[in-house]
C-alpha cells in the first residue's frame, strides 16, 4: 500500500493561494442560501479551472518520477559485456 501524497495546485501565475467564490440564492420563504462557485487566485484574481490545474500537477509528478528514474540509471554500474564465443572451424570443401 502506497501513501498517497497532498499536492498543492499552483495558478498559471505561479501563486498556490486561492479564495472561494460564493453566490447567493434567494427562495421566498427560505431566506438565502451560499452556494460555490468555484476558486479565484488571489495574486491575479482569474478564475481557475481545477481540472486544469490538476492534470498540470500530475504531468509534473510524472516528470519528477522520470527523472528520478533515469538518475537511478545512471547510478547503476554498466552490464558485464557477453562473453565471446569461440570461433566456428569450417570444414575445408
Known amino acids: 500500500m502506497t501513501v498517497q501524497r497532498m499536492t498543492n495546485l499552483i495558478c498559471a501565475c505561479g501563486s498556490p493561494d486561492f479564495h472561494e467564490r460564493l453566490g447567493l440564492v434567494w427562495t421566498p420563504g427560505g431566506g ?19 481540472g486544469r490545474m490538476i492534470h498540470a500537477s500530475r504531468i509534473d509528478q510524472k516528470r ?9 540509471i545512471a547510478a547503476q554500474p554498466p552490464p558485464p559485456p557477453p562473453p565471446s564465443a569461440p570461433p566456428v572451424k569450417r570444414a575445408k570443401a
Request: with cysteine.
Open 32 to 50: 438565502t442560501v451560499p452556494t460555490k462557485r468555484g476558486y479565484t487566485c488571489v495574486a491575479c484574481h482569474m478564475a481557475v479551472d481545477v
Open 64 to 72: 519528477q518520477e522520470v527523472q528520478a528514474l533515469e538518475a537511478e
